[in-house]
Nanobody
Framework: QVQLVESGGGLVQAGGSLRLSCATS????????MGWFRQAPGKEREFVAA????????YYADSVKGRFTISRDNAKNTVYLQMNRLKPEDTAVYYC???????????????????WGQGTQVTVSS
């Protein structure tokens, strides 16, 4: 059973930056693709970014492309989400997730991910 723990959320002004971290345990981290999702109040959970198991490929939602960067450190079993030029519409609870393993590419749909963290709140003030 894998455990995922997000950290790094908080309150930031528009235009600012935050870096989210997701530490994992209980699984061979380097064999699984990782993703970040978010859910704003009253809205469905949506894809933000994902990275392949080796870190060589990444995919971003159009709304964050050019502002957010996903990366992973397989030696530390941790995935990161660097968020720059934050906007009020980025306000949400952010979740990290692992896929089921063996993905040939970069998964990006919620059903592709089998384990989830508890989430960390990001609030961007205008």
């Amino acid at each position: 059973q894998v455990q995922l723990v997000e950290s790094g959320g908080g309150l930031v002004q528009a235009g600012g930056s935050l870096r989210l971290s997701c530490a994992t345990s209980g699984r061979t981290f380097s064999t699984y693709a990782m993703g970040w999702f978010r859910q704003a109040p009253g809205k469905e959970r949506e894809f933000v970014a994902a990275v392949s198991w080796g870190g060589g490929s990444a995919y971003y939602a159009d709304s964050v492309k050019g502002r957010f960067t996903i990366s992973r450190d397989n030696a530390k079993n941790t995935v990161y989400l660097q968020m720059n030029r934050l906007k009020p519409e980025d306000t949400a609870v952010y979740y990290c997730a692992t896929d089921y393993g063996g993905s040939p590419g970069v998964p990006r749909s919620i059903p592709d991910f089998g384990s989830w963290g508890q989430g960390t709140q990001v609030t961007v003030s205008s």
